[in-house]
């Protein structure tokens, strides 16, 4: 139990906690942003009543948005990561679940990307910024955790550098990334695609590096070059 009050001069909020007998303080700001992230959960929420079932409830989320070539898509790269993730011995829930949720942020609108972020307390870096777009990945981990209760960091973090992939990237990591690459959802082959399964032939790791290679190869030609991307290169191509 804890009951709050407002200072004088309405900048901070106080607070003390019945149980351990302790006083706290939250700044009106940090209030003010916790206030307006219910409200645009509880907007994109709607209706929803999440069973627990992922794939069920996230094929449910985005059909009551609209969008099913998102449903179809996640599906593909669910079915991408299941298949991956018995190949390389990483576990399989954890793989499908984040492939079902990786997208879950696209009923968020790129023209509402980059406020959706900020208002979520998102730290949003100059490249996202400067393309919302990319910014679908950490909000999709957000979403995972406050619509469909996903707790471990392990699959919120798959979700949330499922575009750039990262440093230090995890085996569940790059089987997400490489996962949605593989599910292509474009008419024809993708460009990399040999290049792809040549490296998946030998590990995870090399299948990531072989597309960041490519990404390394475009990136004069990308809207913004992430310095997470640029990072994972370093990291896995061994790129200066
Ligand atoms: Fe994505
Ligand atoms: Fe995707």
């Given at each position: ?67 099913p ?20 011995g ?43 777009m ?31 992939l990262?440093?230090?990237a ?15 959802d ?38 913004v ?16």
């Amino acid at each position: 139990m804890r009951k709050a009050w407002i200072s004088p001069d309405k900048t901070h909020r106080f607070w003390f906690h019945r149980k351990t007998a302790t006083i706290g303080r939250q700044s009106q700001a940090i209030a003010f942003i916790i206030k307006r992230m219910q409200s645009l959960i509880l907007l994109l929420a709607g209706s929803f009543q999440p069973s627990g079932n992922i794939p069920h409830d996230a094929a449910n989320f985005l059909g009551m948005h609209h969008l099913p070539q998102i449903i179809q898509h996640s599906a593909g790269v669910a079915a991408e990561a299941a298949r991956l993730a018995a190949r390389f011995g990483v576990d399989g829930r954890q793989a499908e679940t984040a492939a079902w949720l990786h997208d879950i942020s696209a009923v968020i609108p790129t023209s509402q990307r980059l406020e959706s972020a900020r208002g979520l307390g998102i730290a949003v870096l100059p490249e996202e910024a400067a393309c919302p777009m990319i910014l679908h990945q950490k909000l999709s981990a957000v979403l995972a955790a406050d619509l469909f209760s996903v707790t471990d960091p392990a699959v919120l973090s798959a979700i949330a550098c499922h575009t750039t992939l990262k440093p230090g990237a995890s085996p569940l990591d790059m089987l997400v990334f490489i996962a949605d690459k593989l599910a292509w959802d474009q008419p024809g082959e993708p460009p990399y695609l040999s290049q792809l399964q040549a490296g998946l032939a030998v590990s995870l790791q090399k299948a990531a590096a072989a597309f960041l290679m490519h990404l390394w190869e475009q990136r004069a030609h990308l809207p913004v070059w992430h310095p997470w991307t640029e990072a994972a290169c370093r990291d896995l191509v061994g790129l200066e």
